[in-house]
């Protein structure tokens, strides 16, 4: 998601950092670590968390340190985007718009408090009833009410068929709370929940010191899919620069450093043969946005012409080199991306490999020469393009220069780049007032879906004039298809008639970067497509 969408408020992608990439490094702690004391593994970040209660955070920091000790209804085992139960005994649809959950028996906090259906209807009762501001109430827009009619069942009832129900049971609204502990009217604070060691995940939480250090240990009482964890003390570090993020790395201080260091940064620490480089798929992504009003030929333009408009997205398509992006910016921290949907989630196709460029990936500058020489439009063609220099981060700049460069290279092209503070961007461009322009996303489940209808849809939070009622008809279709070959044709479908519309440009996908010490293991185990960095797969 975007951290302006009225559908998500999620602040993520590159807030703060040089690269957008969930980005972790792990080395080994020497001399005077802190694992030295905690004979465990010591993690260090520059995230910030806006709160421990699930109810009151919508942010990657947060819900990294949510995801280590609180459970859900179903989740991402390791290596899949796809969910199973967790806490969950067995879970199915017994009607399209009734999902019915039983719960494993003798489920217990790791307070010793029984975990039953009670606690799981007041976890997500009390999410609604909230609605902080800053939380993710809005992913249970579509919940009609929570029934417990015994204390291993639970009953959800919704609004509509919604087959990524499950998915949002993963999501930063799915974590079970204990109601002996937790408020049900309003935002627990942390030093309630740390003394009423109200947890449910694999690890709880012995110290916490808000945006200072967490120390974790291994919560006995955890029955789930991701099973016990493989170390049984974890302390994280936070840290306000990057610069010390990675000299902590250096010097030995922790063992893991879990985002954000720069593609710079990265390059240097691969140096150091005492590190091993791991990579795995990321759930963030970088595109662009045609106003379909205001860009040339656009519909409340002078010179409105939908097949020209329609010429020079396809033309700008067959140009940007997403190779050299990834390369000559992100040091391959990010890779090309060429669908809606990215790869590692089940449906992801590359219909825009295939369909412009030089149909393998690369820029045709003939092709695109001759899509606009087809349609009628003279060259150069003017196009004012503004990115956003803050909000994802530095190497926007150099991302954007070199778009820039590729496209006026080619003769056809003659760009006017201006960046503006997202403070201004964000509501600037609602207002039609940018033509072409820079967005990111990550999504809030690893749901093909996530991807598609918040862009896509007739009121989708893009806001660029994109109505295809041909597409809108596929996601009503998709998302409530219960049968999963036929969903994943269908996502297909959806991805290849918005690869020919263009009504955005997908240009990166942010990859999940490792560098461990040879004596860490697990790390390939964690780094998937569900996007969670759990900490219970790492050991020694």
């Known amino acids: ?98 999902y019915t959950v039983t719960l494993k028996k003798g489920l217990k906090f790791a307070n010793g408090n029984a975990l039953t259906s009670s606690d799981v209807k007041f976890s997500f009762d009390r999410q609604l009833a909230i609605a902080d501001d800053n939380g993710p109430s809005s992913l249970l827009g579509n919940l009609a009410s929570t029934d417990a009619p015994d204390d291993t069942t639970v009953v959800f009832h919704l609004k509509g068929a919604d087959q990524t129900w499950p998915q949002v049971l993963s999501s930063p609204a799915g974590p079970i709370v204990d109601e002996d502990v937790f408020s049900a009217t309003a935002v627990t604070k942390p030093a309630d929940i740390v003394k009423g060691d109200a947890f449910s995940g694999q690890y709880s939480i012995t110290d916490y010191k808000e945006n200072e250090s967490i120390a974790y240990k291994a919560n006995d009482n955890y029955d789930g899919v991701l099973g016990k964890p493989k170390t049984s003390s974890i302390t994280a570090t936070y840290y306000t620069k990057e610069t010390d993020l990675k000299l902590a790395v250096q010097n030995g201080d922790v063992d893991v450093a879990n985002r954000t260091l720069s593609p710079t940064d990265l390059a240097d620490l691969a140096k150091d043969d005492k590190l091993t480089v791991h990579n795995g798929p990321g759930g963030e992504i970088r595109y662009m946005v045609f106003n379909l009003n205001t860009m040339p030929y656009g519909a409340t333009t002078p010179e409105a012409d939908t097949a020209k408009a329609l010429a020079v997205r396809q033309a700008i398509a067959d140009t940007v080199d997403r190779e050299a992006l990834a390369k000559d910016v992100y040091n391959n921290t990010y890779t090309p991306l060429y669908s809606a949907v990215p790869d590692g989630l089940t449906g992801a196709t590359k219909p ?9 990936g690369g820029p045709d500058v003939d092709k695109a020469a001759a899509a606009l020489s087809a349609a009628g439009v003279t060259t150069p063609v003017a196009i004012n393009l503004q990115y956003s220099p803050d909000h994802y981060g530095a190497s926007s700049d150099e991302e954007y220069a070199l778009i820039k460069t590729q496209l006026e290279a080619t003769g056809l092209f003659k760009i006017n780049l201006q960046s503006t503070l997202w403070d201004t961007y964000s509501s600037e461009r609602r207002q039609d007032l940018y033509p072409v322009y820079q967005l990111g996303w990550f999504p809030d489940f690893s749901d093909a879906d996530n991807y598609l209808s918040p862009f896509f849809s007739k009121n989708n939070f893009v806001g660029n004039h994109y109505d295809s009622a041909t597409v809108q008809g596929l996601l009503t279709q998709e998302i409530a298809e219960s049968d999963a070959s036929a969903r994943t044709a269908t996502i297909g479908q959806i991805q290849d008639a918005v690869a020919a519309d263009l009504p955005t440009l997908p240009l990166l996908q942010g990859t999940q970067v490792v560098v461990s010490q040879k004596d860490v293991t697990g790390v390939d185990d964690t780094l998937d497509a569900s996007f969670k960095f759990r900490y219970g797969a790492l050991g020694r």
């Open 352 to 360: 825009l490999e295939s369909m412009y460029g030089d149909g393998k």
């Open 1 to 98: 998601m975007t951290s302006d969408s009225t559908l998500a408020r999620r602040a993520l992608a590159v807030v703060g950092g040089a690269a957008a990439t969930a980005l972790v490094l792990a080395g080994c702690a020497s001399g005077g670590s802190a694992n030295d004391a905690l004979d465990g593994i010591s993690v260090g970040t520059t995230d910030v968390i806006t709160s421990l209660d699930p109810a009151g955070s919508y942010d990657n920091g947060s819900f990294a340190v949510q995801n280590q000790v609180f459970a859900f209804l179903m989740n991402s085992p390791y290596g899949s985007p796809d969910v199973k139960p967790d806490l969950a005994e067995s879970a199915t649809f017994t009607d399209p718009t009734t």
